[in-house]
């Protein structure tokens, strides 16, 4: 069983830019798919992006699409998601998720284990 632990978050204003962090323990990090979700407050949890198992591959939900960059160290065990120009609808909690199934990476059915989450919120 592979365990994730979030780690970056905190309070940034608006056009900032924060990088978060998934350190993952466990069974062999190469072996997942991984992904950031975002759960802004009031609202359910959606997808922000994914990478393939060797990185080569990456997917991103619209509203970050030349903003946010994920990528990942599997040497280190890490995924990680770099935010540039945050917005003030970018808060809420982020959420590391590691899965199997490329082809419906962007639902949250497709991932089979999540961290805690970490606090991002944006200020004006």
């Known amino acids: 069983q592979v365990q994730l632990v979030e780690s970056g978050g905190g309070l940034v204003q608006a056009g900032g830019s924060l990088r978060l962090s998934c350190t993952a323990s466990g069974r062999s990090f190469s072996n997942f798919i991984m992904a950031w979700f975002l759960q802004a407050p009031g609202k359910e949890r959606e997808f922000v992006a994914a990478n393939s198992y060797s990185g080569t591959s990456t997917y991103y939900a619209e509203f970050v699409k030349g903003r946010f960059t994920i990528s990942r160290d599997n040497a280190k065990n890490t995924v990680y998601l770099q935010m540039n120009s945050l917005k003030l609808e970018d808060t809420g909690v982020y959420y590391c998720?590691?899965?199997?199934?490329?082809?419906?990476?962007?639902?949250?059915?497709?991932?089979?284990?999540w961290g805690q989450g970490t606090q991002v919120t944006v200020s004006s």
């Open positions: 998720a590691a899965g199997s199934n490329w082809h419906d990476k962007v639902l949250t059915t497709a991932y089979d284990v």
